[in-house]
Every structure is written in structure tokens, then in C-alpha cells.
């Protein structure tokens, strides 16, 4: 069984502070991504990975960063967090793209920033 | 631009059939996912389209007609743990997902 963890399920940070996400798979996986998920709006991508120390920006990079130091763990980091911050972080991964094969998702982390 | 369109809601009695429709619009096709989705969980892939036709797995069959830009996610015998929101993602030429709002379906006794 695919196995995609996140470091929490829900956080809650101050307007500022440095937040870091950590997601791990355990499939051997090449892809990893960073999605956020608002009521309303589909799945949004923020960055993705397709080898270690490689990343690509999605549709809103914009106040995130990522690290990929390792194959099988991808990190989100928010340089300084704000309100509108506040959504579910979903970790994915999956086999090249050039397959069927689809994303395995981690639980999620719900994070607040107040 | 990209553009995936779900009904946000829908509502159906136990033990009935629901079809949920997905229309499309990417620059590009690589195939269409459906994912379930329970409140609080995360996505789990339910079925992949990227030929015409009806592919069946089950209780949950999806269809898909790419020149129409359209594709259905069908649930017969509907149990209520199949209350949940079903996304829609198509992969676009790029290889990259673009997902849909998704569509919340309630079942009813």
C-alpha cells in the first residue's frame, strides 16, 4: 500500500512566523506536489518536484517555497505566513506523468495562521 | 484558459443511481481522473479515462467522449458511505492536473 504522510493534521501559526510542511512517501515515487484545497475551488497547485533538488512552480507559487533534498520527502515552507495562508495543504505523489498512474494524497494539514 | 466544470451539489436516496457530470475545457487531453473525497480525508483515486467509452469497476462505472470535452462518474446502489465530494482533474498536454471544484453528493435514507 501506497503510504503518503504529512507531518500534521492541523496547525495553527501566527501572522510572520516561518511554516514548515512536511510530507513523505514511502512508494519510491519520483513526483511529489504541493496542492491547496479552498471550500469552492478545486485543487490548486503551489509547486512540484519531479527528482530530488528539482522543483517547478505551479499556479500559485507566490509566498511558498519547497525543498526536495531526499527522494522520498518533500517540504512546504511558508517564509512568513499570512491569513490568506489559512487553507488544507494536501501532499501528493505518483509515478512520471507520462503514465496512467495517479497521485496518492496524504491526510492533509489544516493550517490556521491568526 | 483551463477550465473544469462539476454541479457544486447534488442529492440522492440510498440504494438509488447518480450520475455526475464533468465538462471540460484544457489545452490539451492526457486522460481524466475522477477522485472521492470524504470530508476531512484525502482524495482517493476512483478511476482513470483516456479512450472513449464506458469503463465499469464495480458499483462506479465513468464514461468519457473527448470530443465533447465531457465525462460522467455513474454510482449505482448508492450506500450512504458514498456520501462525499467526487473531483474531477484532466491531465492537460503539459501532464499537469487540472482539477475541477468538485461535487458534494448527499445521500439520503
Known amino acids: 500500500d501506497v503510504k503518503v504522510t504529512q507531518s500534521s493534521r492541523y496547525l495553527v501559526k501566527r501572522t510572520g512566523e516561518k511554516v514548515f510542511l512536511e510530507c513523505v512517501q514511502d512508494?519510491?515515487?519520483?513526483?511529489m506536489f504541493w496542492y491547496r484545497q479552498d471550500p469552492g475551488l478545486g485543487l490548486r497547485l503551489i509547486y512540484f518536484?519531479?527528482?530530488?533538488?528539482?522543483?517547478e512552480k505551479g499556479d500559485i507559487p507566490e509566498g511558498y517555497s519547497v525543498s526536495r533534498e531526499k527522494k522520498e520527502r518533500f517540504s512546504l515552507i511558508l517564509e512568513s505566513a499570512s491569513t490568506n495562508q489559512t487553507s488544507m495543504y494536501l501532499c501528493?505523489?505518483?509515478?512520471?506523468?507520462?503514465?496512467?498512474?495517479?497521485?496518492?494524497f496524504g491526510p492533509g494539514t489544516r493550517l490556521t495562521v491568526t | 484558459g483551463q477550465n473544469i466544470d462539476q454541479p457544486t451539489e447534488m442529492t440522492a436516496t440510498e440504494g438509488a443511481i447518480v450520475q455526475i457530470n464533468c465538462t471540460y475545457q484544457?489545452?490539451?487531453?492526457?486522460?481524466l481522473f475522477w477522485y472521492q473525497q470524504h470530508a476531512g480525508e484525502a482524495p482517493t483515486f476512483l478511476s482513470y479515462?483516456?479512450l472513449d467509452g464506458l469503463e465499469e469497476k464495480g458499483r462506479f462505472s465513468s464514461f468519457l467522449s473527448r470530443s465533447k470535452g465531457y465525462s460522467y462518474l455513474l454510482l449505482k446502489e448508492l450506500q450512504m458511505k458514498d456520501s462525499a465530494s467526487y473531483l474531477c482533474?484532466?491531465?492537460?498536454?503539459?501532464?499537469?492536473?487540472?482539477w475541477g471544484a468538485g461535487t458534494k453528493l448527499i445521500i439520503k435514507p
Open positions: 501528493a505523489s505518483s509515478f512520471p506523468e507520462q503514465t496512467s498512474y495517479e497521485q496518492y
Open positions: 512508494m519510491d515515487h519520483e513526483n
Open positions: 518536484s519531479y527528482d530530488v533538488k528539482m522543483k
Open positions: 484544457t489545452s490539451g487531453f492526457n486522460g
Open positions: 479515462n483516456v
Open positions: 482533474a484532466v491531465r492537460d498536454s503539459n501532464y499537469q492536473l487540472i
